[in-house]
């Protein structure tokens, strides 16, 4: 770890791009029914323009996570939130229908680049002890933009459909002007020059994909694809569930998403840390796990409003904790290979992301309930899966300590 004479400024570039980043996917969602109408598109062409940005993400994560271990972690990072930039200004000017996909598409390719870079810049700027908290304050940047995100588009769309696009272009172009000026590298010559050696051909995705499964953590990637797929099946027809079967408005399902959320993030910012030191990763792990299977257990038993959104607020809170501290057991096994881990985490949640809403959707269309069932029967499996697990985490650190 580069000792940096101010470990905050860098943080605070880290979580600033994160934050615009994510508040740029998300003020899309408000916007995209007014998009479908003037050009004409069905809700099929609006599933695909949605999936290609998760596509690129998914094709170009491992090849960013590993040309960050090469290159360093800031010129991926200031690369990726540029083409966001770009991305964005694409799709506010464009008037035709290819143009929106090569939007999505160049979008998908800045996140690929900006998320690992920055997961494995914060691993090199904390220490074991305190990575928890780092990585926490990353998620709940995420969280938070997420959240915001469709609340900005939907009040900037008043003043002019393509505006928030407008905006979210000027302010990446902000955050990469800020990181280009005030982010140090902390990645040194001799490891990027390490790294170019050691692993000259791994950037095929193909052959990143196949290595990953022969990888010590293989059990970490695998437990991050099936939480993720079990989130997004979840999360993708919560509107149309709560719609159909208590009748709920827009703006109660707004109340009930944002008061989740907003619980998440101040879980991330505040407690993570705290909990990964009391408990330790893999048994915060195990434990949000179960109670995120039960709480969504309990929202298929629930019959009103409140009880809905108590329960609702329960899942997203635990599930929440989950990212930060697999992300941070994730990092504690990967030593050198930061960049590279950081890159599978992405591809691997990517394509989680590109396959669970097809599912959701086939699940939805046979039973309402479904695809939570599904997604119930997922998290028991991802606790099997992590406490099956535990013992080659800990023969895996142990090897981590040993090498650094």
């Known amino acids: ?180 000026l005030m982010l140090p590298e902390t990645l040194g010559k001799e490891k990027q020059l390490a790294a170019r050696h050691l692993r000259e051909k791994r950037e095929n995705l193909f052959t990143q994909m196949v290595l990953s499964f022969k990888a010590p953590y293989l059990s970490l990637l695998l437990l991050i694809f099936i939480m993720t797929f079990a989130l997004v099946n979840v999360e993708v027809v919560f509107g149309l569930y709560v719609d159909i079967k208590y009748g709920f408005t827009p703006k109660d399902i ?32 195990n434990i949000s796990l179960f109670l995120s299977a039960v709480s969504l257990v309990l929202m298929l038993l629930s019959r009103n409003f409140w009880c809905i959104l108590i329960m609702t607020t329960f899942f997203i809170a635990f599930t929440s904790i989950l990212r930060p501290a697999i992300n941070t057991l994730l990092s504690k096994m990967a030593g050198q290979e930061q960049g590279f881990v950081a890159g599978m985490n992405n591809a691997y949640t990517s394509l989680a992301i590109i396959i669970a809403p097809a599912i959701a959707g086939i699940l939805f269309d046979i039973g309402i309930d479904l695809p939570y069932l599904f997604g119930v029967v997922l998290l028991l499996l991802s606790l099997l899966l992590s406490v099956f697990g535990e013992k080659e985490t800990i023969l895996q650190l142990k090897w981590s300590k040993n090498m650094n």
């Open 254 to 285: 707004a109340i009930l998403l944002t008061a989740g959320a907003l619980v998440g993030v101040l879980i991330q910012a505040l407690l993570i840390d705290w909990l990964l030191r009391r408990f330790g990763e893999r048994q915060v792990i």
């Open 1 to 180: 770890m580069i000792k940096l004479k101010n470990e905050n400024a860098p943080m605070m570039i880290l979580i600033m791009n994160m934050f615009i980043v994510q508040v740029g996917v998300g003020l899309i969602i408000p916007i995209l029914p007014k998009f479908m109408q003037d050009f004409g598109i069905s809700g099929a062409t609006l599933g695909y323009l949605v999936s290609a940005m998760g596509l690129t993400q998914f094709l170009f994560s491992p090849i960013s996570g590993e040309w960050a271990d090469r290159y360093g972690r800031k010129i991926i990072i200031v690369s990726g939130i540029g083409m966001f930039s770009v991305s964005q200004w694409l799709f506010g000017f464009a008037d035709n229908l290819w143009m929106l996909y090569l939007s999505r598409l160049i979008g998908g390719i800045g996140i690929a680049f900006t998320t690992p870079a920055i997961t494995a810049y914060v691993a090199d700027i904390t220490t074991p002890d305190n990575r928890g908290k780092g990585l926490g304050w990353i998620g709940a940047a995420m969280s938070f933009g997420i959240v915001i995100g469709p609340g900005i588009g939907g009040f900037l769309a008043e003043y002019g459909l393509r505006l928030p696009f407008y905006i979210a272009s000027a302010a990446s172009a902000f955050a990469m002007g800020a990181a280009i």
